[in-house]
């Protein structure tokens, strides 16, 4: 079975322009969360999205964003690229949802740079 | 709020020495504790989990204990191996708050030499 695919996997962006980042989660995993994992440092909680409904955000400014499809895939989106987004931005993904048994399965993440 | 601090790394051992990091905790209620693994260029990995006071958590030759007294989650092993060498972080799951969001420490790199 696939884990969680994201995709691209790395990306060069200009400041002030728009990205969109895009995740699978594994097969019958319906919640999936994003993280931002700045050089050197643990990652970040952004959202987390169950059942195409938002059930989490973290201390984020409003240019990120994210939506969950039918499929269960999501995608992340940042406007107004700065500098500072430079990062990596993982998915993860998880079976259930408020169990405290479950277990979080992450992707490889898309390195974004920010020139 | 919920937080987790981390010693601070690197660390740098030799092959087959004994490892210890230290992870403490700030939370409301009783998190789930978690250790992930992240190997060069590569995303996060489970490494173990408790759920409750007093788990003990243990996988690959790794454990970590769940102690609520010390608000600690230390994660140890008896003989590393070079195959170790990575960024170990540990991470929390509040109880509130209705998701599924994970706190994580800062991380440490560990170096293990031949």
């Known amino acids: 079975d696939a884990g969680v695919t994201q995709s691209p996997t790395h990306l060069i962006k200009t400041r002030g322009q728009q990205v969109t980042l895009r995740c699978s989660p594994i097969s019958g995993h319906k919640s999936v969360s994003w993280y931002q994992q700045v050089l050197g440092q643990g990652p970040q909680f952004i959202f987390q999205?169950?059942?195409?409904?938002?059930?989490g955000r973290g201390n984020f400014p409003d240019r990120f964003s994210a939506r969950q499809f039918p499929n269960y895939s999501s995608e992340l989106n940042v406007n107004a690229l700065l500098l500072g987004d430079s990062a990596l931005y993982l998915c993860a993904s998880t079976l259930l949802q408020g169990s405290r048994n479950t277990e979080a399965f992450f992707g490889q993440g898309t390195r974004l740079t920010v020139v | 709020g919920n937080s987790v601090t981390q010693m601070e790394g690197p660390v740098t051992l030799s092959e087959e020495a004994f490892l210890t990091i230290n992870c403490t905790y700030t939370?409301?209620?009783?998190?789930?504790l978690f250790w992930y693994v992240q190997y060069p260029g590569e995303g996060l990995q489970l490494l173990l989990k408790?759920?409750?006071?007093?788990d003990k958590g243990s996988n690959k030759g790794f454990e970590a204990t769940y102690r609520k007294e010390t608000t600690s989650f230390h994660l140890e092993k008896g003989s590393v191996q070079v195959s170790d060498s990575a960024v170990y972080f540990c991470a929390l799951r509040p109880t509130q708050g209705g998701s599924e969001k994970l706190v994580f420490g800062k991380g440490t790199k560990l170096t293990v030499n031949p």
């Open positions: 408790a759920t409750k006071a007093d």
């Open positions: 999205y169950y059942e195409k409904e938002e059930r």
């Open positions: 939370a409301t209620g009783y998190p789930s």
